[in-house]
């Protein structure tokens, strides 16, 4: 089984929703394979609690303009520190930063496929791994910059 066409144009819609709301490190994974509750999972980060509440405002928002779909549930709006949004198809974690590195969804769902995601949605990562340009829009490795050359030379 793999995500339905219908599941990733949610992914599309939330993603670019976050995106638009600077969270970072946005990713998403297809776990139709193992988990038959629901397609994927979105994961986006904030660094503040305010921050958090308006991403997941925001993809609440855009997915019910754009698709006319509510979430069936919503969890940890009060602490605004990791708000789950649970559409069946998909289901949206916006976590606090701190919150992402200590519970590590990343980590354990890394198995999984990853979703092609809107460039906004890449360019909002910082891994190691994805390139990216000094302001972190996404850019192919020709487009980055070459490296500086100053001091490759001894000159003592």
């Given amino acids: 089984m793999t995500v339905t066409d219908h599941s990733q144009e949610l992914i599309n819609v939330a993603a670019q929703a976050a995106a638009d709301k600077?969270?970072?490190?946005?990713?998403?994974?297809?776990?139709?394979?193992?988990?038959s509750i629901t397609d994927a999972f979105l994961i986006a980060s904030a660094n503040n609690d305010r921050q958090v509440r308006s991403i997941a405002e925001e993809i609440e928002d855009q997915l019910r303009e754009k698709l006319d779909i509510k979430p069936v549930r919503r969890e940890g709006e009060r602490d605004g520190r990791w708000i789950l949004l649970d559409y069946l198809d998909i289901v949206v974690?916006?976590?606090?930063?701190?919150?992402?590195?200590?519970?590590?969804?990343?980590r354990l769902w890394k198995d999984c496929p990853e979703l092609p995601l809107p460039e906004d949605a890449l360019a909002s990562r910082n891994r190691p791994d994805a390139h990216t340009d000094a302001v972190g829009n996404a850019v192919t490795p020709v487009e980055q910059a070459p490296a500086d050359d100053f001091g490759a030379e001894d000159y003592s």
């Fill in 93 to 106: 974690h916006v976590q606090h930063s701190e919150e992402r590195s200590f519970y590590s969804l990343d």
């Fill in 22 to 35: 600077l969270a970072h490190n946005i990713i998403a994974f297809d776990v139709s394979e193992v988990l």
